[in-house]
């Protein structure tokens, strides 16, 4: 497997590339520090999995070229950032996962291991200043708990196993139902809530619950 690593701190790259062939057997990573070298690293072969730092000097246009010209290929944001509007940011541009870089190395690897089997990672953020002091966990969410959004009960069912990185296959086994259809729910619950992707609607919903 190769992994393409853009991050501008030598030893924040040597940490994730050692951790990243710990936890993955035969992980080549492939360590650069600028979006020119991801770009040329990006020429010669497309990786299994892309690790890009936003504070990278035109990393964020990077990763919104990344998601228009390969649109299947999971990328994961490191983030010094825990801010929804940031993650919001990340997501709606085409990442794949968001960890704040305060994340403990088994959520980093968690994480990665979720998107790749296919799934999406949103971690907890921190609310605005504004809204309540309590943290957000969109993965502990209950059905329950999106009663306020308007969705119907099996779109919130969906929802709730949407904020549990499952894939479309695996919400079918869940629910007993074909994968056209589960399709079919994702896409009407990313229509009522406005998202562009599954990791996005999450956040959405997270955010008006609040």
């Keep these: 497997m190769r992994v393409l690593l853009v991050d501008g701190f030598p030893m924040v790259r040597a940490a994730l590339t050692g951790l990243i062939e710990q936890h993955f057997a035969g992980a080549q990573?492939?360590?650069v520090d600028s979006v020119a070298a991801a770009r040329a690293a990006l020429s010669q072969a497309v990786p299994r999995l892309v690790l890009l730092d936003l504070r990278v000097d035109g990393g964020f246009e990077l990763l919104?070229?990344?998601?228009?010209e390969h649109l299947l290929l999971p990328v994961v944001v490191i983030s010094g950032s825990d801010e929804t509007e940031d993650a919001l940011q990340a997501i709606g541009a085409g990442a794949m996962g968001y960890v704040p870089e305060r994340s403990d190395l088994n959520t980093l690897v968690q994480a990665l291991h979720l998107v790749l089997a296919g799934g999406t990672y949103v971690p907890p953020l921190r609310p605005r200043v504004d809204e309540a002091?309590?943290?957000?966990v969109a993965a502990t969410a209950a059905p329950q708990d999106w009663a306020g959004l308007p969705l119907t009960p099996r779109q919130k069912h969906v929802l709730h196993l949407l904020t549990q990185g499952l894939s479309n296959k695996l919400i079918a086994r869940e629910l007993g139902v074909s994968v056209e259809t589960v399709k079919d729910h994702v896409a009407a619950v990313l229509k009522a809530l406005g998202?562009?992707?599954r990791t996005q609607a999450v956040l959405i919903a997270t955010q008006k619950m609040r």
């Design 133 to 136: 002091p309590e943290p957000v």
């Design 64 to 68: 919104q070229q990344l998601h228009r």
């Design 29 to 31: 990573v492939q360590g």
């Design 195 to 197: 998202a562009n992707s």
